[in-house]
């Protein structure tokens, strides 16, 4: 196991707890539920009998997950990971308001350094996080040393910039505001698949599938996207919000009118041990 810096895991723990409320109200909502629900599907999770979420964030898509061990009546044991404490004080009220049947465990964990035995689990899901943490190889081993044989990891990574025009947009709208746009490093491990495919392998997994899928955000109204992106980066500077806006609506209007959504394009990958 690697352990990343406690410099470098303090201040994403703290990032995530400032951002987690508008995180979750704003994109976990409404986008990236999308592609974990997708993930989900195709995991097996109706043959699951113990899960390890890693990243659950706010647990809305360890809800869809549940789904599939309640009613197959396998589940016997579901961990709820994050490094955020806010996140999880978050989760432990969704999950308390399901009624879930399933036992669950609300842990704070570090994706590249987990807190469990080796082969503890059977399921290993984690969305829109290896491309976030300081060392992707490291949480790729983690992932496997805690499945056990034949278990099944499945993640959900940032796809292409050029199909992404959630975060495409609002880049180009900072742009042109002579702001610093950001996002760019989220990128890397969708821009190169033979490599992440390597990765895997070097792991220590088996196989694995790596395919595409786009979260929609909108599809028709260009103002309705510029108030989203707004509420998920909000600024202090009223001034600055309102140019931004005007801009977001001018660029959105743009990306609709040529008969595409404005959406996050993601990779779906499922790989097994």
Known sequence: MTTPPLDVITDLRVKWNAFSADYTEVFNKSISIQSAR???????????????????????????ALRYLESSGLGT???LSDLSPSMLDLA????????????????????????????????????????????????????????GSGGV????????????????????????????????????????????RAKLRTAGFSSACVWLYLAVAEKWEAEKYATLAGRLFPVDDEAFHLRRHTVLVELAAAWLATGQPIGMETYLVVAKK
């Open 38 to 64: 997708e993930l989900h599907r195709h995991l097996d999770l109706d043959t699951a009998t113990s899960v390890l979420e890693v990243g659950a964030g706010a647990g809305l898509g360890s809800l869809d």
């Open 77 to 79: 044991k579901y961990i």
């Open 92 to 147: 432990k009220q969704n999950i308390l308001a399901s009624k879930c049947t399933i036992p669950i465990d609300v842990v704070e964990a570090n994706a590249q350094d987990l807190k469990l035995p080796d082969a503890s689990v059977d399921r290993y899901i984690s969305t829109l996080v290896l491309q976030l943490v300081p060392d992707p190889n490291a949480m790729l081993r983690e992932s496997h040393r805690v499945l």
């Open 153 to 196: 990891a499945g993640f959900v990574i940032w796809g292409q910039v050029e199909h992404t025009a959630f975060f495409r947009l609002l880049a180009a709208a900072n742009d042109k505001l002579g702001v610093p746009s950001g996002f760019t490093s989220n990128y890397a491990l969708g821009r190169d698949l033979p490599t992440l």
